[in-house]
């Protein structure tokens, strides 16, 4: 969802009253939370323009969905079973409705890393690992930078190996999620884990523990050490980017972060960035890199992969596509 879109949602919940917008936002996944949070609180004064435009574009959206039904997974059910019988139609239910009930883990996606980090503290790594790669990739990673080294790279050794998870490991992992969050039994089957959600994650832990995690898998495994390097995604992969790609990117940084990011780029990643603004801007972003300080290392790699998460979100969102070498491959 884009600025406007976000203000557009905002300005509608504002509109809805406190008791109702609480309702929507129990339907809402944390992030989008976040972000609604965010911009309501940003959003001081509202135009009783642009709010009857809103409640307008409301209006005609809601006018165009229709319920067909009430609750769509009985009803998958319900027609396979009376049209394979009970057995083959078993058989299909779990592979068609895989993944729509994590309710223990859901609640994960609400805390705080340092606590799910604590939770899980004490738990073999390879249980870990099978939450771990149910969550999103950065609060994955912050959870495993709460947890000491040697558990840190057991984890990201078995997210990195994690081949699916099959019903047995998913009894195990029942047994956590009760324990841990008195959460759902009935956790379904589900392709998880494997060589790019641990390079997502090992991408987001930051230069110095990155390190540390490869150096420990390269011990292990040197094959699997340069599959994960292989999906591993940095600032220089930007370049990638074609101009329209680079142009929607720079529409979603701030100013003042993309001069942090690109005091640590290179000289072909700057001038990339300087040919996709209009003339004007790319020379204010000169002036501002060249009258510019020293800035700690640190504050440029946050900048970066805060850059790198709203290349991702692009790209989930399908607005750009970023090759990564052969025809038929992207990123």
């Known amino acids: 969802m884009d600025d406007e879109g976000l203000e557009d949602a905002a300005i509608l919940l504002m509109s809805l009253g406190e008791e109702e917008a609480a309702e929507v936002f129990k339907h809402l996944a944390p992030k989008e ?4 949070g965010e911009t309501i609180a940003r959003l001081k004064v509202v135009g009783r323009e642009r709010v009857d435009s809103v409640l307008d574009k409301f209006t005609i959206v809601a006018a165009e969905q229709h319920i067909l ?19 083959k139609a078993s058989l299909l239910i779990d592979r068609i409705l895989q993944g729509s009930d994590v309710s223990g883990i ?36 912050s959870i495993i930078k709460a947890f000491t080294e040697r558990q840190r790279n057991e984890v990201l050794v078995r997210i990195a190996t994690l081949d699916g998870i099959q019903p047995t490991a998913l009894k195990d992992l029942n ?43 390269r011990e292990a495994d040197a094959d699997l050490a340069q ?4 999906n591993m ?7 990638k980017l074609d101009d329209k790609g680079m142009q929607a990117l720079l529409k979603e940084v701030q100013s003042e972060s993309l001069v942090i990011a ?12 300087f040919k996709n603004m209009s003339s004007r801007a790319a020379e204010t972003l000169r002036e501002d890199l060249e009258s510019r300080g020293p800035v700690r290392v640190s504050e440029v790699e946050s900048e970066q992969k805060e ?18 070498g052969g025809a038929d491959e992207f990123l």
């Open 69 to 87: 039904v009430s609750d769509t997974d009985e009803y998958v059910k319900a027609v396979l079973r009376k049209a394979l019988g009970e057995d």
């Open 33 to 36: 939370v976040q972000r609604l």
């Open 175 to 217: 047994e956590v999620m009760s324990r841990v969050l008195a959460g759902g039994d009935r956790l379904k089957k589900t392709s998880l884990g494997g060589v790019k959600p641990a390079a997502e994650i090992i991408n987001l832990l930051g230069t110095a523990v990155e390190t540390s995690v490869l150096d420990f898998i």
């Open 227 to 230: 599959k994960i390097m292989d």
């Open 307 to 324: 850059m790198l998460k709203t290349v991702r979100r692009l790209m989930d969102e399908g607005q750009i596509v970023m090759a990564t």
């Open 233 to 239: 995604f940095t600032f220089d992969d930007l370049n």
């Open 106 to 141: 859901e609640s994960l996606k609400w805390m705080d890393a340092d606590s799910v980090a604590e939770l899980l503290r004490h738990e073999h790594p390879q249980i870990v690992a099978a939450i771990l790669v149910h969550l999103d990739y950065d609060q994955a990673s």
């Open 262 to 273: 690109l005091k640590g780029a290179a000289p072909e990643m700057r001038e990339k960035v």
